[in-house]
């Protein structure tokens, strides 16, 4: 892992500008959309079972979320990650309050059972249920927990099989031999509808242009970072509306220095 490449994967996704192919839920599509714009990637937000496999067959990324979930829209995740996986475009699974219910629990392991997934990311509380480990989950937000975030990335890539990325106040990042730490951020993030599903899709952009999808997913929370951290500088003290326009406003004028200046990566492991 080097992380010296921070900066260079940022200018990577701007060069390449990869479309992402978004499953994603009805709350945040347009923020999402917005972000990966800002960012310099492609965003495409395609539900219909009529034409996911196409779509996601011709994408960079598959981005699932299951925010909204529905049996018409799981189907659909299942048709566009079966047709990525054929044409070796990565699948990036954001599992929205896994554990909150049987049903989305279930979908979540589901496909992951059924589909080859690069990268997971979540929160604690969801990446801790998808492993039958026990964490509270409030809604689709954390919850109370206990325990080494470090080591609960470590094994939940083990058991799963990929890249999981486990985010909050610290993010962590493993694929269960390498583990690293990223920190930086603002707390507002928690106070926008959508920051996380979106940094999924960024994840899903990066993973379109870096091989590696531990360095993929590191790469975009130091980006994501940077990002945040400098909105919140420039507009924070006004509150989150605020602070959600001046953070789009940074995604799409990060610098790839300002990452590199900023981005607080360190390995834990590997």
């Known amino acids: 892992m080097d992380?010296?490449?921070?900066?260079?994967?940022?200018?990577?996704?701007?060069?390449?500008?990869?479309?992402?192919?978004?499953?994603?839920?009805?709350?945040?599509?347009?923020?999402?959309?917005?972000?990966?714009?800002?960012?310099?990637?492609?965003?495409?937000?395609?539900?219909?079972?009529?034409?996911?496999?196409?779509?996601?067959?011709?994408?960079?990324?598959?981005?699932?979320?299951?925010?909204?979930?529905?049996?018409?829209?799981?189907?659909?995740?299942?048709?566009?990650?079966?047709?990525?996986?054929?044409?070796?475009?990565?699948?990036?699974?954001?599992?929205?309050?896994?554990?909150?219910?049987?049903?989305?629990?279930e979908t979540a392991r589901s496909l992951l059972d059924e589909l080859d997934i690069a990268i997971v990311r979540g929160n604690a509380a969801e990446a801790a249920n998808l492993i039958g480990r026990d964490w509270t989950i409030r809604g689709v937000d954390a919850g109370a927990g206990g325990g080494d975030v470090a080591e609960l990335a470590r094994q939940a890539a083990l058991k799963l099989g990929c890249v999981v990325a486990i985010t909050g106040e610290t993010d962590y990042v493993s694929d269960g031999r390498r583990t690293a730490a990223v920190r930086g951020g603002d707390a507002l993030l928690t106070r926008v509808t959508g920051a996380g599903c979106l940094l999924s899709s960024v994840i899903g952009a990066y993973a379109a242009v870096v091989p590696d999808p531990l360095e993929a997913a590191v790469a975009a929370l130091?980006?994501?970072?940077?990002?945040?951290?400098?909105?919140?500088?420039?507009a924070g003290k006004q509150g989150p509306g605020s602070f959600q326009i001046a953070f789009l406003d940074l995604l799409w004028s990060v610098s790839p220095s300002d990452v590199e200046r900023l981005g607080k990566v360190e390995v834990v492991e590997g």
């Open 222 to 234: 130091a980006a994501y970072s940077a990002a945040a951290e400098l909105a919140a500088a420039r």
């Open 3 to 105: 992380i010296r490449q921070l900066g260079a994967n940022l200018q990577e996704v701007r060069d390449r500008k990869p479309l992402v192919h978004n499953i994603t839920n009805v709350v945040v599509t347009n923020f999402t959309a917005n972000g990966l714009l800002a960012l310099g990637a492609s965003p495409v937000m395609a539900y219909a079972r009529q034409e996911v496999a196409e779509i996601a067959g011709i994408a960079g990324a598959l981005v699932l979320n299951i925010g909204t979930l529905n049996e018409v829209e799981v189907e659909a995740m299942k048709l566009a990650g079966r047709a990525a996986n054929e044409r070796g475009v990565p699948v990036v699974l954001d599992p929205v309050g896994a554990g909150a219910s049987a049903y989305r629990t």
